[in-house]
Each structure stands twice: as C-alpha cells, then as structure tokens.
T-cell receptor, first 113, second 113 residues
Framework: QKEVEQDPGPLSVPEGAIVSLNCTYSNSAFQYFMWYRQYSRKGPELLMYTYSSGNKEDGRFTAQVDKSSKYISLFIRDSQPSDSATYLC?????????????FGQGTTLQVKP | DAGVTQSPTHLIKTRGQQVTLRCSPI?????VSWYQQVLGQGPQFIFQ???????GRGNFPDRFSARQFPNYSSELNVNALLLGDSALYLC????????????FGQGTRLTVV
C-alpha cells in the first residue's frame, strides 16, 4: 500500500464547475500538506500548503485537511480551461531533520470551455 | 528574482553511461532536494542537502549520488545508466530543511536508450 493514494483520473469538467480533488494517506505523523499544479513537461508549482487539520483559502482554491480521517482535499471554484493540469498532493513529517516530501500519483484535470 | 534553474533541460544518454544534472536554488535558499518523476507518477524523493550536508536519502541505488556546493547549487550524478532511469529529474529549493514551501525547477528530462 502506498503512503499517499490519489485517484489519477482523468477528471473532465465543464468550465465554471466546482472541482474536488482528494488524497488519502496512511502515516498519521504527517504534519504538512501541500498541493502542487503541474503543467505538461513543466516542474510542479506550489499552490497551497496547510499545517495540521483545518481549511485554507486562496482565491478560487480551498484546501482542507482532516487528520482524523487521513484525508485531504483541494476545491477549485469557477474552474477555468487554464486550470487544466495535473494536481499533485504532497505531505511531509515536518518535525524530523529532513524535509522529504511524499507525493501522490497526481490527478489529471481537464476543464472544457 | 530567478526561480530554481536546472540544466540541461533535455538529454539523451546510452545505457551504461554516466550523467550529471545541475541545479541552482532560489537566492537565499540553503536546501536543495532532488526528485525523480517517471511518466504518470508523482515525484519520488532521491536526496536532500542542507548547508552542504546530506539530510535525507530516498530508496535509490548507490549509482545515484549528489553534492551541494558552497554557493548552495547542487549536482546529481547517476552512474551506469539503465533504461529505467529515464525520467524527469526535479530539483526543489527551500529556505530550510523542512520543505513546507518547496519550489521546483522545470526539471531535466533524461532519456536513456
């Protein structure tokens, strides 16, 4: 079993839809949770990071962490064709001496005009 | 300010050869991490360096090695290349060891033939 599970999709939605992307994890020691966006043939771009449980909002993006369920989500409101990309969740322990990130497989999102 | 820069962007090598990849972190960032991303998968952690010292190593064979220089730039070396080493190699730059805000370069796409 992988430490971080993410449905690879692909996920196809019409422009303007609300998108929900999710990851589950097995290691209860993870403290920091991130979402990255990766366009084809580019490096990942950090969208948001959250410490421990709770919600965080940034523009059209909202990240949620539920540590009791070991479940994190990213919501995209009013999705745009430019949001079409692969979305990667990532986690790290935070308290150790190394900042190793554990990534999910990535979910491919296509927003159709 | 310049972001994380990696060189070269693409290269093709033959099985058994050796390759060196280079990374310059964001100015002021002292930690560099290397990741391997195989097509369709999330990035896998290879190494982290902070202040020229190795702070973490992933589950990769000894053919993989790295170092960090006094100016915080880094090199990743891979010896005795295998076809399975074909991947996008990503460098991430952070201010400190704990990668809550890791910024990635555009990657080096390595093809082994």
């Amino acid at each position: 079993q992988k430490e971080v599970e993410q449905d690879p999709g692909p996920l196809s939605v019409p422009e303007g839809a609300i998108v929900s992307l999710n990851c589950t994890y097995s290691n209860s020691a993870f403290q920091y949770f991130m979402w990255y966006r990766q366009y084809s043939r580019k490096g990942p771009e950090l969208l948001m990071y959250t410490y421990s449980s709770g919600n965080k909002e940034d523009g059209r993006f909202t990240a949620q962490v539920d540590k009791s369920s070991k479940y994190i989500s990213l919501f995209i409101r009013d999705s745009q064709p430019s949001d079409s990309a692969t979305y990667l969740c990532a986690m790290c322990l935070g308290s150790s001496n190394t900042g190793k990130l554990i990534f999910g497989q990535g979910t491919t999102l296509q927003v159709k005009p | 300010d310049a972001g994380v820069t990696q060189s070269p962007t693409h290269l093709i090598k033959t099985r058994g050869q050796q390759v060196t990849l280079r990374c310059s972190p964001i100015s002021g960032h002292k930690s560099v991490s290397w990741y391997q991303q195989v097509l369709g998968q999330g990035p896998q952690f290879i190494f982290q360096y902070y202040e020229k010292e190795e702070r973490g190593r992933g589950n990769f064979p000894d053919r993989f090695s790295a170092r960090q220089f006094p100016n915080y730039s880094s090199e990743l070396n891979v010896n005795a290349l295998l076809l399975g080493d074909s991947a996008l190699y990503l460098c991430a730059s952070t201010l400190r060891t704990v990668n809550t805000e890791a910024f990635f370069g555009q990657g080096t796409r390595l093809t082994v033939v």
